[in-house]
């Protein structure tokens, strides 16, 4: 009876609705590139994805569980992998990684400050200080890239452990173990939800939310700062294009894998197969020759898919806290 | 309710993928040949060996890499080539429509894949079309990127060439063969076209109030290389002129609207200059700066001259003989000088006839700024106006498409 129970709770939860989509694209996929989807090198191409958009997807995640959003992520981390880069130049690579990270938890206080302190709505506060990263990005590189070629910033990057497991990749899994854990087994992981889910409770129960948005976008600025210097270091040089375009799928990630944009839900787990069924149907989509308009439309229509998955799961959600109530 | 928009749109995402999954490789108008993408994996290329051995030369081959390399192309098998570019906008659309005009004659498909505009999934590209088994890559790589590239590609053994874009090493050398243009040399064209011709438009004008607008690209080096030949000449020729840089990215992109926007504040702001010229890097800033000239009122007293064709030709389409416009001329590159020594140099490289040391020797440029190690193609260009436009490219496809090549 009690495994009948906790079989039916599985089949309920959103993790059962993600496997199934995630294996529905890894069969798909696998029949129509006849194997080719499951190459190991294909595999971890799709991994090796994962490794900027999941840093980022670490950062606004916790910001949209606890109510917020970061839209400069990828305009900060695409800072920062300049500012990374022009440090290197000059300085050993510690140091130079340290700065880049405090420029990022610099950023991301900014963001808290202009949303906290002056009242601006986060969606609009970020895309201003969005364009003022874009913007010194250009200033700082002049518009060209800045070479990486520090040995073991270089290895980090594009190293592999046993020639076979991208240390880059491994770095992000170990990200994403250390926020999931927080997320579930810690005090502030639980603060990050009673935000989110009701900002005058948490209020209420001793919670400061203001202090809990600083800590959330300076860690935003921070996990940005990190994928940026990344990135330099797998593409061996800073460019203006950065992170950029990591920004749009690790989002989309985070709503397809249960993180509601009204806070307060979801996980990195989910975040996790979101990523992979992102990455992974990008990826089958390039494998099968697909034009890349139409690969824009099935991503379009992914998002679409994930954004009605998350207002029918919030409708459920508030129809039953009615009930309760 | 929710049922139905949730099965509305899971049914939209499945018609979709198998929309595209009808195939392939392309979303040009062009007839697309489908390449097989679930087939076996071609043994390496280009390093390796080809499934059949080379085919023999015929007699009075002596250009190979070259379109018209006489070598019997059908008694291989055919090639699978990709085509690999940052983005696939316009421009890369019709360059990959120019490569498979050439499907049949060197018995080739060719298959276009992007990095969405993200430099990672650029490089993991590299890698999907290795597994697919492909036989050679065309790159058009960022510069940002051209070093990890040029690796990823060498441990996939592919072949490859750079395309459109310079693939260069920290010293700024190259890395592979290459197919690309003579930047500084473009722009130096068109300010060089307009300071030939001005004189057929104004007669003889008191050059102190004349003034350039050079419309440029500062975070591309290729692109920022074309605005630097319009300045050196204009203030050489015209030490008393007025020369203004005005960098696309200021005010957005490169796009029309970009060049409109500052076209327009830079004659705002300068009602002392009474003559333009105007130059840009791209041909996307021609019909911009244009339309900015005409709602100014300034079509007699502007030039305008810029690197590229399509969007101008696309102008110069619409307009009837009677329209004024100060769009005069553009420096031309027919997409097909661009592809055809592309994917004449890929199969020569897959068929190891050439390698990447010995493609295109002969025609590196002496002293070439960026190294002589490796085989450089600089594409042909011309200055067309609206008046000999159509004539331009129909003697290109002429040559290329019907006399089977030069």
């Known amino acids: 009876m009690e495994s009948a129970k906790g079989l039916k709770k599985f089949f309920n939860r959103k993790m059962f609705t993600l496997l199934i989509l995630l294996a529905v694209v890894v069969v798909v996929f696998s029949v129509l590139s006849k194997g080719t989807f499951l190459k190991p090198s294909n595999i971890r191409a799709i991994i ?15 910001l ?10 990828g305009a900060i981390g695409t800072l920062c992998g300049i500012v990374f880069a022009l440090f290197l130049q000059s300085m050993a690579w510690p140091i130079a990684l340290i700065l880049t990270v405090i420029i990022g938890m610099a950023v991301g206080a900014l963001n808290a400050t202009l949303v906290n302190v002056v009242g601006f709505q986060p969606f609009i506060a970020t895309m201003a200080v969005a364009s003022v990263a874009k913007g010194l990005t250009n200033v700082f590189s002049n518009g060209q890239p800045i070479p990486v070629r520090e040995p073991f910033i270089t290895y980090i990057g594009t190293g592999r452990f046993f020639d076979v497991i991208p240390v880059s990749i491994v770095i992000t899994l170990v990200a994403f173990i250390i926020y999931a854990l927080m997320l579930s087994k810690t005090k502030f992981g639980r603060t990050i939800y009673l935000v989110g889910g009701n900002r005058e409770a948490a209020l209420f129960s001793g919670i400061n939310p203001v202090k809990t948005s600083y800590i959330l976008f300076i860690n935003c600025g921070m996990l940005s700062a990190i994928a940026g210097a990344l990135l330099s270091a797998r593409l061996k040089s800073g460019t203006v294009v950065g992170v950029s375009a990591s920004q749009f799928s690790g989002m989309t990630a985070s709503m397809l894998g249960g993180i509601s944009f009204g806070g307060g839900s979801g996980g990195f787990g989910g975040v996790f197969i979101g990523l992979l069924i992102i990455n992974g149907f990008n990826n089958g989509l390039t494998v099968l020759g697909i034009s890349a308009y139409w690969q824009t439309v099935a991503s379009g229509v992914l998002l679409l898919f994930a954004l009605t998955v998350d207002y029918f799961s919030m409708k459920r959600t508030r129809r039953k806290v009615g009930v309760a109530a | 309710m929710k049922k139905c928009i949730s099965l509305l749109l899971a049914i939209t995402l499945c018609l979709s993928l198998f929309a595209c999954g009808t195939k392939t490789g392309t979303t040009t108008p062009t007839a697309t040949p489908t390449p097989d993408a679930g087939a076996p994996a071609a043994p390496p290329a280009g390093g390796g060996e080809p499934d059949a051995p080379p085919p023999p030369p015929v007699e009075g081959a002596g250009s190979v890499g070259y379109i ?26 019709s360059w990959f429509a120019a490569m498979q005009e050439f499907q049949d004659r060197l018995n080739f498909t060719v298959t276009s894949f992007t990095g969405e505009a993200g430099n990672d999934a650029y490089l993991q590209n590299i890698e999907i079309i290795a597994d ?19 690796e990823v590609a060498e441990e996939t053994g592919l072949p490859y060439i750079a395309f459109v874009q310079s693939m260069l090493d920290d010293n700024m050398k ?8 003579d930047q500084y040399e473009t722009g130096a064209k068109t300010i060089r076209w307009l300071i030939a011709n001005y004189k057929s438009y104004w007669g003889d004008i008191d050059t102190s109030k004349l003034g350039l607008i050079d419309l440029g690209v500062s975070v591309s080096p290729d692109l920022w290389a074309r605005a630097i030949g319009p300045r050196d000449i204009f203030q050489e020729t015209f030490p008393d002129g007025h ?3 005005d960098d696309a990215i200021s005010a957005g992109g490169i796009t029309p609207d970009a060049a409109y926007t500052l076209t327009t504040a830079t004659i705002s702001a300068n009602p002392n200059v009474e003559y333009w010229f105007i130059t840009g890097s791209t041909e996307f800033m021609g019909p911009g700066a244009a339309r900015a000239i005409d709602d100014l009122g ?43 020594p592309a994917v004449s140099g890929m199969v020569a490289l897959i068929d190891g006839r050439a390698t990447k040391d010995t493609l295109w020797r002969d025609k590196t440029p002496a002293n070439y700024e960026f190294g002589n190690d490796y085989g450089v193609w600089m594409v ?12 331009y490219f129909d003697e290109i496809n002429a040559r290329y498409l019907e006399s089977g090549g030069h």
């Open chain 1, 48 to 62: 090796n994805l994962m490794v900027v958009s999941g840093l980022l997807t670490l950062g606004v995640g916790c």
């Open chain 1, 64 to 73: 949209m569980i606890a109510g917020s959003i970061d839209l400069s992520t």
């Open chain 2, 68 to 93: 018209d390399d006489p070598v019997d192309h059908s008694a291989r098998k055919t090639y699978k080539i990709a085509y690999l570019s940052p983005a696939f906008m316009f421009l890369q659309q």
């Open chain 2, 132 to 150: 697919q088994g492909f036989d050679g890559i065309i790159m058009d790589c960022e510069l940002a990127v051209a070093v990890r590239a040029s």
């Open chain 2, 174 to 181: 190259t890395v592979c063969p290459q197919v690309v243009l």
């Open chain 2, 243 to 245: 020369y203004f840089f």
């Open chain 2, 298 to 340: 300034k079509i007699d007293n502007a030039l305008i001259c810029v690197v590229g064709a399509g969007a101008n030709v696309v102008d110069w389409d619409s307009m009837t003989p009677d329209t004024k416009t100060s769009l005069v001329a553009c420096l031309a590159i027919s997409d097909l000088l661009y592809a055809a």
């Open chain 2, 380 to 391: 042909e260009n011309d200055i067309i106006t609206r008046d000999t436009y159509k004539t």
